[in-house]
């Protein structure tokens, strides 16, 4: 139920501003219609090949294919989420010694229950995802924020096994290290990726890990006055991950975990963990044609085969 804004508590009078669904009067009727929290125009360049919208925050746009010949959109399909609101956040601490919470707190996504994860040793929580036939087409996405790094932490890790994590041997993981920089480690060898800024502590940020077969690409960005920076080129560099309890294997184990991890002190909060699947399927956006569509968290959810123009609101 939508209620009135917490800073007009107490007034003797509103203004329509005070209130979300915007409420008014139009000829002595009382109109209510939800605003939205952000709205805006973007484009995308000509590709010859699908790539995807913008990486905005949104819950619905509109897109005009303003080329000359028809193109494809496409949605990739949510197969696993965590969003740590329900009574059970879904995750399993793997020691004693870790300590998580729930708190509220500002997001990209705005206001949302979060997961507040301390460590005090090389701890983690984890979730389970069951292996799709698809498995080697996937992407992975975490909204994270550090309060302290005072060592390596893994905002997000796909490992084989529990076991995995234990003996710090991933498939693909992104990790910060205490002087804010970025690592990725598949297995037990780590790589610079090419980063053109540092993670900063107290906002937050967004991980995403996107696998092709044995292969697999990343992308980390700041949020910044309601958009993303890149901090990592996004999906730019690719890593190779063969070998035993790799990528390679994981189609073959009827399940496998994603991880929030450390290797030792360190305080990290995270929000909207998920995993999507890549579409079989598309549609045409005819040359010269406008349509709305509905989008789960971001615009970067759906791809398009061409050039478009469009308009998002969040």
Same mark, same amino acid.
């Given at each position: 139920m939508k209620t009135i804004d917490l800073k007009s508590y107490g007034r003797d009078k509103f203004s329509s501003d005070d209130f979300d669904p915007l409420v008014a009067v139009s000829d002595g009727r009382l109109v209510v219609t939800n605003q939205p929290a952000r709205s805006g125009v973007f484009s995308t360049n000509s590709h010859p090949l699908v790539a995807p919208l913008p990486s905005i925050n949104a819950k619905s746009f509109r897109? /005009?294919?303003?080329?000359?010949?028809?193109?494809?959109?496409?949605? @990739?399909?949510?197969?696993?989420?965590?969003?740590?609101?329900?009574?059970?956040?879904?995750?399993? +601490?793997?020691? !004693?010694?870790?300590?998580?919470?729930?708190?509220?707190?500002? /997001? +990209?996504?705005?206001?949302?229950?979060?997961?507040?994860v301390t460590h005090t040793d090389d701890t983690a929580v984890f979730t389970t995802v069951p292996v799709l036939a698809n498995q080697s087409d996937l992407t992975y996405v975490i909204y994270f924020k550090m309060s302290?790094?005072?060592?390596?932490?893994? !905002? %997000?890790?796909?490992?084989?096994?529990?076991?995995?994590?234990?003996?710090?041997?991933? &498939? &693909?993981?992104?990790?910060?290290? !205490?002087?804010?920089?970025? @690592?990725?480690?598949?297995g037990y060898n780590d790589h610079i990726p090419i980063q053109t800024d540092s993670v900063q502590l107290n906002k937050w940020h967004r991980a995403s890990i996107v696998t092709n077969g044995v292969d697999f690409s990343i992308s980390v960005q700041r949020y910044e006055a309601g958009a993303y920076v890149d901090l990592v080129p996004s999906f730019?560099?690719?890593? /190779?991950?063969?070998?035993?309890?790799? %990528?390679?294997?994981?189609?073959?184990? +009827?399940?496998?975990?994603?991880?929030? &991890?450390?290797?030792?002190?360190?305080?990290?909060?995270?929000?909207?963990?998920?995993?999507?699947?890549?579409?079989?399927?598309?549609?045409?956006?005819?040359?010269?044609?406008?349509?709305?569509?509905?989008c789960h968290r971001s615009l970067d959810e759906y791809s398009v085969s061409g050039n478009v123009s469009g308009y998002y609101r969040s």
């Open positions: 897109i /005009t294919n303003s080329g000359s010949s028809n193109i494809d959109v496409s949605q @990739k399909s949510i197969i696993h989420s965590r969003y740590f609101d329900e009574t059970s956040v879904g995750v399993i +601490p793997d020691s !004693p010694s870790l300590n998580m919470k729930t708190l509220m707190d500002e /997001t +990209p996504l705005g206001e949302s229950q979060v997961l507040q302290s790094v005072g060592s390596e932490l893994t !905002p %997000l890790g796909i490992y084989n096994n529990r076991a995995s994590i234990d003996i710090n041997h991933p &498939a &693909a993981a992104i990790r910060v290290l !205490p002087d804010l920089s970025l @690592k990725v480690r598949v730019t560099e690719s890593f /190779t991950s063969n070998g035993v309890g790799l %990528l390679s294997e994981m189609s073959n184990d +009827p399940d496998y975990v994603i991880a929030v &991890a450390s290797e030792g002190v360190g305080v990290q909060t995270v929000d909207s963990l998920e995993v999507y699947t890549e579409s079989n399927s598309s549609e045409v956006l005819i040359a010269g044609t406008t349509k709305e569509y509905f």
